[in-house]
Structures are given as structure tokens and as C-alpha cells.
């Protein structure tokens, strides 16, 4: 993982411009513009993990305050990934989008996540000291 | 630590380690959401044109949730070290016993919220004889409290997964 280099960087832009393509297909072949929402959602999901991580101590193991924090920037972050399956099928199931559009919007959606969670697990290292 | 063990099995040991327990925490919080929006699912269902039926979604069917919440929010806010710490051994003012207390009202809160989801489920579904594709909305206000409940059991088993790794960590 250290030999993250151009090849990592195109491939992953890539996914990256696969995934809003789906979602803004999704958008546009059928003139409803709800599932934009999803990538809001997963743009914002790693920030409550971010912001947390910075707000805690990491040397405070035995008062677990700091713990808490990081614990409670998780279960946003968690909040917010499950978020962003649910609320295509929320939308499908009282026929506010279509199901293709929902399929699409979840497809486009994870592969944006996953963009993002893994230019952050590759770019890690350098930042860590 | 093996002396003063209550339990007679032990906690595997590949559920003490830190990618458990940081799991458990982001599943906690994937299932809150999902029980979220499988209230929001019978709300927007209930206002779209699908719903033929006169049932709607109304403020009283939020109320399991929101009890739900509440009591999760207050359960995994106290203390865990606080509530296992006698009175005499370093909480000199009874911190445990209002630990306790407080976790009392946390529990009573998610009971209440899990029994009023099946009230609400049986009074307004079940006794009027709701036809299916309206029934779906009881049986999503129902789910949703008792997942809210799962979820509090997860993270509150996360958190105790914790302690040990802290223990582990600070021998």
C-alpha cells in the first residue's frame, strides 16, 4: 500500500467519475433530481469520523472520554454510509424515483464511498507523522 | 481479572480486539440509521399517491422512535466504569447508584418505546383491520423501534469491548 502512485491515483478518479456518471444518469433520464442527495450523503460521511479524530486525545486510554468522541464520530459515520443506501429505496418505494434509478444511484453512490475510503486508506501514511 | 470473573464463559477472544469493537460501533450506528428510515419509509409512503387507504403516518406513530432514541442516547451516555464501581471503592458520593438510576430511565425509556410500537401497531392497524399494503406502515413503525433497541444492545456491548482493550492496554 505504501506504492501508491499515479496508476492508484487514475484508477481511482476514474471510479470517481463512473460513480457520479451513474448517479447523474439516474438524475437526468427520468427528470428527477432526488438521488443528488446520495452523493451529499457520502460526501459528508467520512467528515463526522474526521472531525472526531481531531477532537480527540489519542494518549487517553484510561479516561475513555476521548474514546467517546471517536465512538460517537463512528456511529455518524456509520449513520450516514447506511444513509445513503436507504434513501434511493425510500424514494423508489413511494414511486418518487424509478427502480432502475434507484439501482443506479445506489451503484454510483457506493462506488463513490469507496473512492473516497480508499484514497484516504492509501494517502494515510504520509500524514500520519 | 480471572478471580473476580461472574461469568462462566469467557468473551471469545477475537471479539476483544479493536477492529471488533470499532465494527460493532459503525454497525450500531448503520442499524439506527436503518431504523430511521424505515420510519421515513412509512412516512413518505404514507403522504405518496400510492397509499389509498385514509391511514397516515401521524406525529403518534413517530413516538416509539423518538422514545426509542431517547433511551439509547441516555443508555450509552452514562458511564460504564462508573456503574461497576462499588460505593465504597472510589465514588464516594454514590455515583453508581445514580449511574444505576440513570440507566434505569434509559432502559425504561427504550422498553417503553419498543412496547408503544406494538401499541400503536395493534391499535391503529391491527383492531381496525387494515388491509395489507396500509399495514406495512404499522408493521415499519413496529421494526423500527426494536431495531433502535438492537442497536443500543450492540453499541452498549461495543463499549464493553472497549473497556477491556483499555484494560489490556493500560496493563
Redesign the interface.
Known amino acids: 500500500m505504501p506504492t501508491a502512485g499515479l496508476k492508484t491515483i487514475i484508477a481511482l478518479s476514474f471510479v470517481l467519475a463512473v460513480g457520479f456518471l451513474l448517479v447523474i444518469l439516474s438524475c437526468a433520464l427520468w427528470h428527477s433530481y432526488y438521488p443528488l442527495l446520495v452523493v451529499a450523503t457520502y460526501v459528508v460521511a467520512p467528515l463526522p469520523n474526521w472531525i472526531c479524530s481531531h477532537c480527540a486525545n489519542p494518549d487517553d486510554f484510561v479516561e475513555s472520554s476521548g474514546a467517546a468522541v471517536l465512538d460517537l464520530g463512528r456511529f455518524c459515520t456509520g449513520f450516514l454510509v447506511v444513509m445513503g443506501i436507504a434513501l434511493p429505496i425510500v424514494l423508489a418505494h413511494s414511486n418518487a424515483i424509478t427502480i432502475p434509478a434507484m439501482v443506479m444511484s445506489v451503484i454510483g453512490g457506493l462506488l463513490i464511498y469507496g473512492t473516497i475510503i480508499s484514497f484516504a486508506m492509501f494517502f494515510q501514511e504520509e500524514q500520519e507523522f | 481479572m480471572s478471580e473476580d470473573r461472574l461469568w462462566k464463559f469467557r468473551r471469545p477472544e477475537w471479539l476483544n480486539s479493536i477492529w471488533a469493537r470499532?465494527a460493532g460501533?459503525?454497525?450500531?450506528?448503520?442499524?439506527?440509521?436503518?431504523a430511521?428510515?424505515i420510519l421515513?419509509?412509512s412516512a413518505?409512503?404514507s403522504?405518496?399517491?400510492?397509499n389509498g387507504s385514509t391511514i397516515h403516518v401521524t406525529f403518534v406513530d413517530w413516538l416509539p422512535f423518538i422514545f426509542s432514541s431517547l433511551g439509547m442516547l441516555i443508555i450509552n451516555s452514562v458511564?460504564k466504569?462508573r456503574l461497576s464501581a462499588d460505593s465504597f471503592s472510589y465514588s464516594g458520593s454514590g455515583v453508581a447508584w445514580k449511574a444505576r438510576v440513570v440507566l434505569f430511565l434509559g432502559f425504561a425509556a427504550l422498553a417503553g418505546g419498543l412496547a408503544g410500537g406494538v401499541t400503536v401497531f395493534v391499535l391503529k392497524f391491527i383492531v381496525p383491520g387494515v388491509p395489507f399494503p396500509a399495514l406495512t406502515m404499522g408493521v415499519e413503525v413496529m421494526v423500527s423501534a426494536m431495531i433502535v433497541g438492537l442497536s443500543t444492545v450492540i453499541?452498549w456491548v461495543?463499549?464493553n469491548i472497549?473497556?477491556e482493550y483499555?484494560y489490556n492496554?493500560?496493563l
Open positions: 470499532n460501533v459503525y454497525g450500531a450506528g448503520g442499524l439506527f440509521s436503518l430511521f428510515y421515513l419509509d413518505v409512503w403522504k405518496s399517491a400510492l458511564e466504569a453499541l461495543s463499549q472497549e473497556d483499555s492496554l493500560s
